[in-house]
């Protein structure tokens, strides 16, 4: 079912391992190209444009494009209580872990009467993109809306594509229990609005005349962030508004890579591989191991769980794809070599000893240690962030976390004394790089 790359009796260094490592095939470029049209439509005709864009791309007209407050709090008040359990204790422990990153504003003494100020501030308005589709992510709600809140960032708004499934009430809007998260964390501006068109609109803005419930058209005003998972058409637009918009990542398909020796399980292993491989054809699950009997009873287990699972056909199509495989390697040093080259979205340790291997990891979004920390406990309640760098990202990029919501700004406060006691030396430079009035510019405080 997967197919298998054997390193072993080799050590390819960290450039021909990226070469021979299974990845999917993730054309944004020329994704942009496709979106570049939806997204000037949606910067000149605004909500008419997101209207149809819905009806031709989503298969469905929402009534409104701005979710009716009332229908939050009725998505609420309809949802499962062990859901609304679940969600509950994901929003406690994902505000106790994103808490601690907040960073804290510091003024440095530099010298006498001269210091520096490092300033955190919250961006002023963000734009939160909740995917659709083939699944039903209140979890990326939840991922999205608390890092956000935490850091302080004063406005909100989510948009998740409309969903032609819905009937009765909802009909046309995005999936009920996404809205329900929603009135949950009380976020009240939603939108029901999906893909590239929901990040154009985002970064500019739209006036929406036709509904006027509140008794002025709806306006959604432009934001300067905008974060969250999506499939290839929201990362395009993402790169492609890049710069009139902050963006957290380029998200591709989702990614595990389990390193694996002989004391792991393999029906977890397997299981573990299986839970990616169901949300995208495209997903990719890899397995690194130096035990041959391993990888066999895992190819065992992954063909008795495929047949048996749900989305058995998604799942197969995923394994066997070429983002996908089993990794053979001589030793654990060898695979942490793989590891490291492939960066991986959620990393597995399923070894002996994981604990303190753990600190090997230089390349990863998130790491999962030992066998009872599997990837879908941080999807939903581990505490951690799950919208994380993809494709070799990590080697670069983080996960969403409160950072992403802060700017740092610093401040610089200097005296008369604590200024002409560095002058000569800022003229000095100054000359060196033949900017001779940034020298002047300073002299012309103390020049009689």
């Not at 963006?247 to 990616?276: C, F, K, N, R, Y």
């Not at 053979?328 to 070894?351: K, P, R, S």
């Not at 505490?383 to 994380?388: F, I, T, W, Y």
């Amino acid at each position: 079912m997967m197919s298998t790359i054997d390193l072993r009796g080799r050590r390819p260094g960290p450039r021909e391992l990226r070469q021979l490592l299974p990845r999917a095939e993730f054309d944004v470029a020329a994704a942009v190209e496709t979106v570049r049209p939806i997204c000037a439509d949606v910067q000149h005709r605004g909500a008419t444009a997101l209207y149809e864009l819905g009806e031709r791309l989503d298969g469905v007209r929402p009534p409104t494009l701005r979710v009716p407050t009332a229908l939050l709090q009725a998505a609420l008040d309809q949802l499962d209580p062990q859901v609304r359990a679940a969600l509950d204790e994901a929003v406690t422990r994902t505000r106790l872990v994103h808490e601690r990153q907040l960073p804290r504003s510091e003024s440095v003494p530099v010298t006498e009467g001269g210091h520096v100020t490092n300033r955190w501030v919250p961006v002023d308005r963000v734009g939160l993109y909740v995917p659709g589709g083939r699944a039903v992510y209140p979890s990326s709600v939840v991922m999205n809306v608390v890092p956000a809140q935490v850091a302080g960032v004063g406005s909100l708004a989510v948009a998740s594509p409309p969903q032609r499934e819905n009937t009765g009430e909802f009909a046309g809007y995005p999936h009920p229990t996404v809205l329900a998260a929603c009135a949950l964390l009380g976020v009240d501006e939603v939108y029901a609005v999906g893909g590239a068109q929901a990040v154009a609109a985002f970064a500019y803005g739209f006036v929406d005349e036709s509904d006027t419930a509140g008794g002025e058209p709806v306006e959604c005003a432009p934001v300067s962030l905008v974060t969250g998972p999506g499939n290839i058409y929201v990362a395009a637009a993402k790169r492609h508004l890049k710069g009139l918009i902050g963006i957290d990542a380029e998200a591709g398909p989702t990614e595990i890579m389990v390193l694996a020796d002989d004391t792991a399980d393999p029906v977890h292993v397997a299981a573990d591989l299986i839970s990616q491989a169901e949300h995208d054809p495209q997903a990719a699950s890899v397995l690194v191991t130096h035990s041959t009997a391993l990888a066999d009873a895992v190819a065992t287990e992954l063909e008795r769980r495929v047949a048996a699972t749900k989305h058995s056909e998604r799942v197969a199509q995923a394994l066997a794809g070429r983002q996908s495989g089993v990794v053979l390697v001589d030793d654990l040093d060898a695979g942490f070599d793989v590891v490291n080259a492939y960066g991986a979205e959620h990393l597995e340790l399923q070894i002996q000893d994981a604990a303190p291997l753990a600190d090997r990891v230089r390349n990863a979004g998130a790491v999962f240690v030992g066998a009872f920390a599997p990837v879908s406990l941080g999807d939903y309640l581990a505490g951690s962030n799950h919208v994380l760098p993809t494709g070799g990202c990590a080697c670069h990029s983080s996960g969403l976390s409160v950072h992403s919501f802060l700017r740092s700004m610093q401040v610089i406060d200097y005296g008369p004394a604590a200024l002409r006691e560095v002058a000569d030396q800022v003229v000095a430079l100054a000359q060196a790089e033949d900017l001779p009035a940034h020298g002047e510019a300073v002299r012309a405080r103390f020049d009689a």
